[in-house]
């Protein structure tokens, strides 16, 4: 039987971004799902649904389940078999990592190297990570794929990304390595994220074939002038081009006051120019939720007023100047340009480039969440501005998610394919590609492509 849909199981999974994109490609079934945080995993549950219903979850801290009980939760979807399931995918969070870390704080020394600490994966504070990676030795999906922050491939001179791909071949994968740019993949933000994309050893020794990174689908526009700040038609997400915060944020309908907090609003979308990217961010969108105007206080607010373009904290006067700041705190965004790292943090004017590009107020969430690529309809369960803006920062943007998961459906395609039997690979029969369709065509309406080299060249 030919698998139309490969199974997915994530881990530190905040409220679903990632799997959430693997879902968008209609290839994968989410079946498991498990975080630490109650409102994170109700809002994972909320917005996921497989073939069979909804995923199972774990509400736990992670270092007390088992791979057995992994399994067991796996076995109620059908994977009951070590090797059976497709996706192993998770964010697992490295606290001995900080580029501020101590040499000497956490861990083994090396022998003969007394003022440096063991290897990473050594390190007891990065036990969650060994923990994901021993899960995979002992589920040993076809495919994991591990995200974290960019830093990690160049830390220590590359030895700590060095250890965690030995630790990943000792588990019995190949890993490939990449930082990707979420613009570059149609995510309106300018946000960088290493992935590990690994494989089984085997399947690559017994059919040859690689899994590959997608192919960048957008790319910065190399004419931008200060006159398209003020063009409410300029989206070039549409023609390319890396998406702007106007393009994600302009047909928004006006946000709630506090005073309606709990109440959604209609999405009453304004006429006007449209964009794939506006068409995602609508569809089956009923309701619009955490989409609160939140006026800035007397300091914020001169603090933002202070700013001009180009400008940041570093700027701001003597007497409004914070003792402490990151480098974008106070800015306003750009309606022309992508926004900068929505973070976990975006909910504070003072934590980043997290102001209206023209209204003195912070971000709602809502449209935060519009930069992270969630569409209108996912709901995220709390209203506590805190918790919310941490899972909407800490997660995958869903439409990266969808490029990367569209490339590992083309590879457990292959090596499905591959796997089959000769009397079953007979069975199969491959659709037409253009090439062959044109030369049918060609037939058909009695050309001889013969007296045309053109027409033979695809």
Known sequence: MIKKNYSVADFFAGCGGLSYGFALTGRFDVILGSDIKPEALATFTENHENSSGKPATILEDIKDVSANSVSDRLAKFGVNDVGQLDCLIGGPPCEGFSQNRSLNSGGKKVDGASSRTNRFMDDPRNELFKWFVNLGLNLKPKVMLIENVPDIVRHKDGETLREIINALDHAGYISSVRVLHAADYGVPQMRRRAIFLCQRKEDYARTGLRLKFPTATHRPFPLHTESLEGDENWLPGASGYWPSVREALGDLPAPTSKLNASQPIKPDYPAGATSPLRQYYRLNATKIYNHID???????????????????????????????SYHYSYSRLRWSEPARTITKFCYHVGSGMFTHPEENRALTMREAARLQTFPDSFRFMTENIRDLSAMIGSAVPPILASRLGQSIAEYLDDLQFMSLSLTDKQKVKPQATDAVMKRLQNNEWGQDSNTDPQAILF
């Open 294 to 324: 939140r006026p800035l206080g007397k300091s914020g607010l001169e603090k933002v007023l202070s700013i001009v373009k180009g400008q940041s904290a570093s700027d701001l006067p003597t007497h409004l100047k914070p003792k402490s």
